[in-house]
């Protein structure tokens, strides 16, 4: 065997060479809360529970109590009574393509015929593609706004009474609370409304902001198990539930709506297999790491966390608003923000979000650049640069506003590198150079169609240097 101390000296050499965890700088994947002691308590929890599989409560009967509390507190901050139950997933992707699955079985026991159909805002998740690609539904994109990224309640109902013309209802519509490009919250209690008129399961997606809006300042608008017409909702523990990676809560109201997220089978020799979720055997450790963390912080230490989040980013929105040619999309309902090209300017004085997000990250910070988008009304919705920011943002505002200000002043009046096709297989055969933009450029630029290959190459020949 090899020594020890070896095996831990090759780990913290290939974690060296990762982006900063803690301390904000890197504005999004992670989550940092700032509270060093919630570090030890997920450590102890994780290291008591390594050996434990979650695949049978029946045996390991603390998953079940644990899994039972989570969704309990899940269930008190999403406003749900004693109907709403649910299931502690792996993440925000198998919590949605979870709620897809429990939502079409329901529609196909009403055995009405024809494909069944997701309707949502092009700012969904993709998590919600995947589930349609993976399950079989049919997808119905409705546009927002290409200037605020808001979603019009009118807009999503006359295209759920479209989808229903061909005589079937909806299987499911989708919403965002918010959703992630923009921060931007969706109309859901207006649709909320309508939908459960029309009997038609509604999903909110508040996979970001399930433990944010709950104690976020100025929070008017319905967006959770208080509005009748919400079915399900989903909700990451892993961001702003700042458990580690790997725990999320899907949450239903009805039991029957529930147990169709369910997989049983007795078609075999072995053990009869009855599995919630979507994986067998599974890992407990960020079930306990999650449970340690909410009760460790409770409501009044998610109040505090989010009001040092809300201060921080009240600090860094009015700061943007002094950067010529630079502007937010919409108006933000929590701590996402994205920086648009301003269009009152002229181009000359503009700040390219991609040109941006490389020189914002020469001075220390990664934002995430995200592409324009052609929605299906013909309208462009604007290349952004992304920021999530946390309670730590608060000690690095000042900094932070310093950069954006002086990458603004490098950058403005410049355009990003014009998309090149020939940088494709140039990426997949050398690696991602230090600039982004001429690559995000290029990708933008891409037919719809081949930016899945494109993005599969990319990613591979990180992964598999060895297939370049
Ligand atoms: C993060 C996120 C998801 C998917 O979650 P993962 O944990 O990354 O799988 C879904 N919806 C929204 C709005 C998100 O922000």
Redesign the pocket.
Known sequence: MTDTDDIGAQLKALRAADPPTHGGRVLSYVYDHGRPELDEVVAAAVQAFLPVNGLDPTTFTSVAVLERDLVAFSRSVTGGDEEVVGSVTS????S?VLAVKAARDRWLERNLGGTPTIVMPTTA?P?FRKAAAYLGLQLVEVPVSAETGTLSAATMLAAVAAAGEGGTAPALVVL?AP??PFGVLDPIAEVAEVLADLGIWLHV?A??GGWLLPWWPGVTRGWDFRLPGVTSI?T?L??YGYAPKGA?VVLYRGRENHRAQYFATAAWPGYPVVNPTLLGSRSATALAAAWAVTRTLGAAGYAELVAETAGATDRIRSALTGIEGLSLVGDPSTALLALRADPAFPPARQVDPFLLVDAVRRRGFLLQSQPALHQSDGTWLPRTAHLTLTPVSARIAGELTEALVGASNEVRGRSAPAPDPALVQRVAADGLPEELAGVMATLEALPKDQAPAALVGLLAGVIDPDAR
Do not use: F, L, P, V
Not at 91 to 94: A, I, K, R, S
């Open positions: 993440g925000g992707t198998e949605c998740h998590a965002s959703n992630y997606d996979c970001i989903s990451d892993h961001k999320s």
